[in-house]
């Protein structure tokens, strides 16, 4: 059995990291017939890798083959864990419904309850560990005590969302998706990602016309696609998307039809094209080409791809799971600089994550004494100008992977603990 202090040389890790994360998005695409010939700790490293891009209630359901028996332990439990835990969702997506519908509060559940009401996932298959909300400004205050009302305290609240937490919230969280494992709340006024430095906003375009009181959907499928688009835009730029987010814009595309495309790509309001969802589309096409019909996006994701930023655009062909994720080992120094539209905004970029703003830095120090994976890491707790100089050594390993690769060594099945 491995113990938490048995990672091996980097060079090792780094191996399995992209060897097992192209595996795993091979077999939730397409699986095959016969195991990987993978050795034990690859095995363990597949299980963070799992856990980390969130597809292991995917792949419980969807492997043709066995692996060995702790690895079919795991997937048994992360599927059971997950129904729970989206069970749990569900039951409260009901009880912000009902204690909106009271408080004449218009509600929009985002992302991943939105394809919970589609039902393009069977139960336990799509982890469920954050409730996004969208509400009018003006609705923002009734909106809190509606999600006071029940149950859930105030927690770190930041640029992009309020934030809320059930109470009695320690520390302490089992590996991967667990029943114990809190699920939070997240109130949105806006929707707008950091690209890297400017602002996309989508806001105005998701709430649906209506204004009726209660949980709504988003004012179409498109508007839906169009959301996922820019918020895994967002994790790509950062370097720490997930296959789940992906899968979720195959499954998604699927079901759309040439006017939900054009809804979901069609140009901000600078007038200029969806050029921020040529990278997650392009990475989707690649990943799920069953699923997304390439003929059907090709016009519409090919003006996106020449309307990104020069150095984004060459990067499109040789972009690739394992590089804009958490399975890339190695802490970014710059990540999404790529994306900036001008020289000017590549050193703006550049020296806001030398010196970012003071409210940044309050978020960011709050989350690193709240969050489980920073907690841990000495380096998180640097000052970041010791950070800045440790990348001349060479760049430090990912808190959050680093997190997850430790508890998949030391993971037992719940019948062996």
């Known amino acids: 059995m491995h113990k938490r202090d048995e990672l091996p040389a980097w060079p090792v890790v780094r191996r399995a990291l992209a060897r097992t994360t192209h595996r795993l998005a091979q077999e939730v695409a397409a699986p095959a017939a016969q195991a990987p010939a993978w050795n034990e ?18 792949l419980a359901g969807r492997l043709r083959w066995q692996g060995p028996a702790a690895w079919q332990a795991f997937l048994e439990e992360q599927l059971e864990q997950s129904r729970r835990r989206e069970a749990r969702a569900r039951g409260l997506l009901r009880a912000l419904d009902t204690e909106a519908r009271l408080a004449g509060v218009p509600l929009l559940g985002l992302k991943g309850s939105a394809l919970l009401a589609l039902g393009l996932y069977a139960p336990g298959e799509r982890p469920m560990s954050d409730v996004d909300l969208l509400v009018h400004p003006e609705h923002q205050d009734r909106a809190d005590a509606v999600i006071r009302s029940t149950g859930y305290l105030p927690g770190i609240d930041s640029s ?95 079901e759309l039809d040439d006017a939900d495309w054009q809804v979901a790509l069609a140009p901000t309001t600078d007038g200029r094209p969806a050029w921020w969802a040529a990278p997650p589309l392009t990475l989707a096409v690649r990943l799920f ?40 080992l190695d802490t970014p120094m710059l990540p999404g600089i790529e994306w900036s539209q001008s020289a000017p ?63 998949a060594l030391a993971y037992q099945p719940s019948s062996s603990a």
């Open 289 to 328: 080409p069953r699923q997304l019909d390439a003929q059907k996006i090709q016009r519409p994701l090919q003006t996106a791809q020449a309307a990104c930023p020069a150095a984004l655009r060459r990067s499109l062909p040789n972009r690739s799971l394992s590089a804009d994720s958490l399975s890339h």
């Open 41 to 58: 700790f690859e095995w363990r490293i597949a299980m963070a890798v799992s856990v980390m891009h969130g597809v292991s209630g995917l």
């Open 160 to 254: 992009r969302h309020r934030a809320y937490e059930p109470p009695g919230l320690g520390l302490a969280r089992a590996f991967g998706e667990h029943e114990s494992n809190p699920t939070k709340i997240e109130l949105h006024v806006e929707i707008q990602e950091r690209l890297p430095v400017r602002q996309v906003d989508i806001t105005g375009e998701l709430m649906p016309l209506r204004s009726a009181a209660g949980l709504q959907g988003y004012a179409s499928a498109g508007a839906l696609m169009r959301h996922l688009l820019l918020h895994t835009a967002g994790n790509v730029c950062n370097r720490c998307v997930r296959l789940i987010q992906l899968h979720d814009i195959a499954v998604l595309g699927a």
């Open 345 to 407: 905004e590549a050193l703006a970029f550049a020296w806001r994550r030398l010196r970012p703003p003071r409210d940044q830095r309050m978020t960011q120090r709050a989350v690193v004494q709240r969050e489980a994976p920073l907690v841990a890491s000495a380096w998180m707790h640097l000052p970041r100008w010791r950070k800045a100089l440790s990348f001349v050594l060479g760049a430090p390993p990912r808190a959050q992977t680093v997190y997850h690769l430790h508890h």
